[in-house]
């Protein structure tokens, strides 16, 4: 069975920083790019960031450039989301997805709140 549990969110002030952590399971982690998608309260999904297999290439939402980062680490089937600089506009849930034949399993999301 996929499982994707995403940790790591919390409450935090504007300009302050948070890592997020995504544990995959019952697949084989290496085989598949991943990405970072997050919905803001009242608004649609919005697509973040991604991966590629073995993390050699990243993509990011423009809005995102230079203030996340994304990586993976294989060997621990977990991926991770930087975000540094964040701004109240970052507040949503996140969540981590598997790009199969498009984004086929999420986790359940992460509450990230940048608030003062």
């Known amino acids: 069975e996929v499982q994707l549990v995403e940790s790591g969110g919390g409450l935090v002030q504007p300009g302050g920083s948070l890592r997020l952590s995504c544990a995959a399971s019952?697949?084989?982690?290496?085989?598949?790019?991943m990405s970072w998608v997050r919905q803001a309260p009242g608004k649609g999904l919005e697509w973040v960031s991604a991966?590629?297999?073995?993390?050699?290439?990243?993509y990011y939402a423009e809005s995102m450039k230079g203030r996340f980062t994304i990586s993976r680490d294989n060997a621990k089937n977990t991926l991770y989301l930087q975000m540094n600089s964040l701004k109240s506009e970052d507040t949503a849930v996140y969540y981590c997805?598997?790009?199969?034949?498009?984004?086929?399993?999420w986790g359940q999301g992460t509450q990230v709140t940048v608030s003062s």
């Open positions: 019952g697949f084989t982690f290496d085989d598949y790019a």
């Open positions: 997805a598997k790009d199969g034949v498009g984004f086929d399993y």
């Open positions: 991966i590629s297999w073995n993390g050699g290439s990243t």
